[in-house]
């Protein structure tokens, strides 16, 4: 069963911080911890031969990785600069690959993420990272960006950016299950080369303590920005993602009338039940049902009809500085033809 993150996994004190449910489950974070680290020390990660860019997290849930990876691939694949493919395990879908994203691929088959990057690149889904870039560079591919993977030891990185939320930043500092990080947060910072900061609006202020265990990394800002207006009236707000508080508070931010909101597990697979509850009460409200990409996708095709989407798009601050970062693995890439 997929579960959302629980909410004293964001705080380090005060009443949500639930200290003696983190105490009990923190010899398991132990353990979890462990198995990371030993995983990506025994491993030998295989070199392909192309530039390899992993856009990754440190935490569980949505911080925004995947409008980054899209982001990224557009970048490198404008004006026909290099034929850069994306990677994804395909979380939540039954296609193990490796197997290229086609527009007749449905989100049970090959996961909600890949179906939205297919939109910017070539995609392919692999259970094993090694075997989808393998697969990724026979189908033509310069270069992979990676959606996921940081604490994968399959393949080895020429660039790893690590994305993180600026408003919880790495939560309470513990390790599953009792905090959200999947490896204490120094590991995960020691293989980074760039940190993504995402905003949940441009003026967003973050925290003196985040940006300090960033140490000298270079820091890029990016937020979260709509690419279509609204639908006007009352919005029934719903969502299946990592922090569905986080869309309906940006909802609310741009101004919409958000009468009630529902959130679901994490790739929650919507049921007819669920589809129909939602339609109740819409109609119950007299309110327009509305959710995000990944989870319009997940929606069966005859449901869509009936629900609007409200796309969003990754937006970087200093645009120059990502290029910045970019502009060496080219060179790289243009050499591999």
């Keep these: 069963m997929k579960l959302n993150a629980p909410e004293f996994w964001n705080h380090a004190s005060g009443r949500s911080a639930a200290p003696v449910l983190r105490a009990l489950l923190t010899p398991l974070s132990w353990i979890y911890a462990y198995a990371t680290a030993r995983r990506i020390a025994q491993t030998q990660p295989l070199n392909v031969g192309i530039p390899i860019i992993c856009v990754g997290n440190a935490t569980a849930g949505g911080t925004g990785k995947t409008p980054v990876t899209a982001h990224i691939l557009s970048m490198l694949r404008g004006g026909g600069q290099i034929n850069a493919h994306g990677l994804s395990r395909g979380y939540g879908g039954s296609e193990r690959g490796p197997i290229m994203v086609t527009n007749k691929h449905s989100a049970a088959q090959v996961g909600d993420e890949p179906l939205l990057l297919a939109r910017s690149a070539p995609i392919w889904v692999a259970a094993g990272r090694d075997d989808g870039a393998r697969a990724a560079r026979a189908g033509g591919a310069q270069m992979i960006v990676m959606d996921d993977g940081h604490q994968n030891p399959l393949l080895e990185k020429t660039l790893s950016l690590l994305v993180v939320d600026a408003q919880i930043g790495f939560g309470n500092g513990r390790v599953i299950p009792a905090g959200p990080l999947r490896e204490p947060a120094e590991a995960a910072l020691s293989r980074t080369d760039a940190v993504i900061l995402m905003k949940p609006y441009k003026e967003f202020k973050s925290a003196k303590s985040l940006l300090k265990q960033f140490g000298d990394l270079p820091v890029l800002s990016a937020y979260l920005a709509p690419t279509a207006p609204l639908p006007p009236g009352p919005l029934f707000a719903f969502a299946g993602i990592g922090r569905p508080n986080k869309f309906f508070d940006a909802l609310r931010r741009t101004g919409a009338d958000v009468v009630e909101a ?26 327009q049902l509305i959710t995000t990409e990944k989870d319009f996708v997940r929606l069966p095709a005859a449901m869509r009809q009936y629900v609007s989407v409200w796309p969003v798009k990754a937006v970087f601050e200093d645009e120059n500085s990502l290029d910045r970062l970019l502009t060496p693995l080219l060179a790289s890439a243009r050499r591999s033809r």
Excluded: T, V
């Excluded at 039940?273 to 119950?284: K, P």
């Design 262 to 287: 529902i959130g679901y597990p994490d790739h929650h697979g919507y049921s007819a039940s669920d589809l129909e509850s939602l339609q109740a009460l819409a109609r119950e409200y007299k309110a």
